[in-house]
C-alpha cells in the first residue's frame, strides 16, 4: 500500500521530470506543489505566451481517478447510469502522463484533459455495460483506471506544448 511520503515523492518526481523536460526546451518554468487544485505547473515562452499543466504520476500500474471528475453519474439502485461528460474546469488544459519506472527509462504522455475525460468515460461506459451498470463489489464506487497503453498515441507528443523546437505554446 502507497504511504502518503511515497505519493508526495511520485507527485514530485513527476512534476520535476515535466519542469526539466520544459526547461531543455526553452520554456520558462513555475511549479506550484500541489498548492493550486487544477495545475500542477505553468510553461512560459519567451513571448509572454503561458500554459497550465496537470501531471500525474505512477511508477507502475495504472493511473487511478474517480469517473465523476470526468462525467456525471446517477444511481438507479444499485445501477450507475453514466450521464454528459463534464467540461473542463480549465478549456485546453494539458496533461502529462508521467510513468516514472527507472532512471532513464521514464515515459511522457502529452493529452488534453479533455482527451483524458473521453478515453476514461468510454472505457468506464464500456466496463459498466459489461456488468449491467452494477459495480460487482461495491456498487457506490466510482473508481477508475487508465493504463499507459491506452494513451500511446500520446506519448512523447512536447510539440503540443512547444518550446524552442516548436512555438506552439497556447495563449487563450
Not at 8 to 15: A, D, M, V
Not at 100 to 127: M, N
Amino acid at each position: 500500500m502507497a504511504t502518503g511520503r511515497s505519493i508526495q515523492l511520485n507527485k514530485q518526481i513527476g512534476e520535476y521530470l515535466v519542469a526539466c523536460e520544459l526547461a531543455r526546451r526553452g520554456l520558462l518554468v513555475a511549479t506550484f506543489s500541489g498548492n493550486v487544485p487544477d495545475f500542477d505547473i505553468v510553461a512560459a515562452d519567451t513571448k509572454g505566451s503561458s500554459i497550465p499543466i496537470q501531471v500525474k504520476t505512477i511508477r507502475g500500474g495504472a493511473w487511478q481517478f474517480s469517473a465523476d471528475k470526468f462525467m456525471e453519474i446517477r444511481f438507479e439502485g444499485k445501477k450507475q447510469v453514466p450521464g454528459k461528460k463534464l467540461e473542463p474546469r480549465i478549456p485546453h488544459l494539458l496533461c502529462v502522463m508521467v510513468l516514472a519506472t527507472e532512471y532513464g527509462k521514464d515515459q511522457f504522455f502529452v493529452i488534453e484533459w479533455e482527451e483524458l475525460r473521453d478515453i476514461v468515460v468510454e472505457r468506464y461506459c464500456s466496463w459498466l455495460e459489461t456488468h449491467d451498470g452494477i459495480r460487482p463489489k461495491n456498487y457506490k464506487s466510482l473508481h477508475c483506471s487508465v493504463l499507459p497503453q491506452h494513451l500511446a498515441n500520446f506519448e512523447g507528443k512536447w510539440e503540443r506544448i512547444g518550446g524552442s523546437s516548436n512555438n506552439a505554446l497556447h495563449s487563450d
